[in-house]
C-alpha cells in the first residue's frame, strides 16, 4: 500500500512552573525526591507506577512493567546532589515530544524550597497540556509528605 500524507498538526509547548516548601532538611527532601521518582511514584489510585531512576548523568528514569516491557521517560541530564536534578526525554507522552524536567533544591532555614519546572514541545494534545500541572502538583505533594514524615521519625 502506497504512503499517504495526513493533516498536519501544530506543535504545541508547554511550560509548567510549581513550588512546594518542604519542613524537612535539604538532604531528606533530596531523598523523598529521588525516591518519589522511582520506587515510590504513584498513579492518583495508589497503584505503583514501577518506576526506576538511574541518579547518575545519563541514568535512565523508565517504568518498568516487567519482562522487558515499559516506558523510557528520559535521561539524566544534570544531577548536583543534593539542590539540582534535570531529566530531558518522552516523558509519560506516546507520541512525537520532546520534555524537560528540573527540580531545584533551595534550603530555607530547617527547610527545603523546591522549585519545579516543566518545558515540552511536540503533537501533544490538549488534555495532557491541561493534565499534567495536577499530575506533577500531586508528585510534589508527595515529596513534601514523605520528606516531612522522614523528619518527624527522627
Known sequence: ???TATETQ???????????????????AWQAM????GPEAQMP????????????PGGRWLRDLGNNAGHFWGH????????????SG????SYPAQNHIQYRLTAEGSGTRIKFTHRGIGLIP????????KGWEMWLKRIRENAERRQNKK
Open 10 to 28: 501544530p506543535v504545541q509547548t508547554l511550560e509548567i512552573k510549581k513550588e512546594e516548601f518542604v519542613e524537612a532538611p535539604i538532604e531528606v
Open 45 to 56: 489510585n495508589g497503584q505503583s507506577l514501577s518506576m526506576k531512576l538511574e541518579a547518575w
Open 90 to 93: 518522552p516523558m509519560p507522552m
Open 126 to 133: 490538549k488534555d495532557d497540556r491541561e493534565g499534567m500541572p
Open 1 to 3: 500500500m502506497p504512503a
Open 76 to 87: 539524566v541530564q544534570v544531577i548536583k546532589p543534593p539542590g539540582l536534578l534535570e531529566i
Open 34 to 37: 529521588l525516591d518519589e521518582l
